[in-house]
């Protein structure tokens, strides 16, 4: 693997990190502020007459290894996702560098000096 390779694989890293970082923050900021807007409209009177429904929401629980399990399935879905993610903006960026190239490439006889 050549250094320009390398350079190129940690730069689509880079990229893909924060781009996904970008995404993941936007999501859960979206998420927190529906979430505060709920918490604002419910009033302690609604909170009262549904509480039963509330407690059972909470009580409502998963078996342990289910849950075990659905994070370790997530979790190589996660970088699987980031590994193709990155190998396709190796790809553009390889794509893009080769255009460079090339488009530097002058062919014909050199100058004279």
Same mark, same amino acid.
């Given at each position: 693997m050549s250094q320009g390779h390398k350079t190129r694989k940690i730069v689509a890293r880079i990229i893909v990190a924060l781009l996904?970082?970008?995404?993941?923050?936007?999501?859960?900021?979206?998420?927190?502020?529906?979430?505060?807007?709920?918490?604002?409209?419910?009033?302690?009177?609604?909170?009262?007459?549904?509480?039963?429904?509330?407690? /059972?929401?909470?009580?409502?629980?998963?078996?342990?290894?289910?849950?075990?399990?659905?994070?370790?399935?997530? /979790?190589?879905?996660?970088? /699987?996702?980031?590994?193709?993610l990155v190998w396709g903006v190796d790809r553009l960026l390889a794509a893009l560098d080769r255009r460079r190239v090339s488009a530097s490439d002058q062919s014909g006889t050199p100058p004279p000096w």
């Open positions: 996904l970082g970008i995404a993941m923050g936007y999501g859960i900021g979206t998420s927190l502020a529906s979430d505060a807007a709920r918490g604002r409209a419910l009033t302690m009177k609604d909170y009262v007459a549904n509480f039963d429904t509330y407690k /059972a929401k909470l009580e409502s629980g998963s078996p342990i290894a289910a849950m075990i399990l659905a994070g370790v399935f997530l /979790a190589l879905v996660t970088f /699987a996702l980031y590994e193709l």
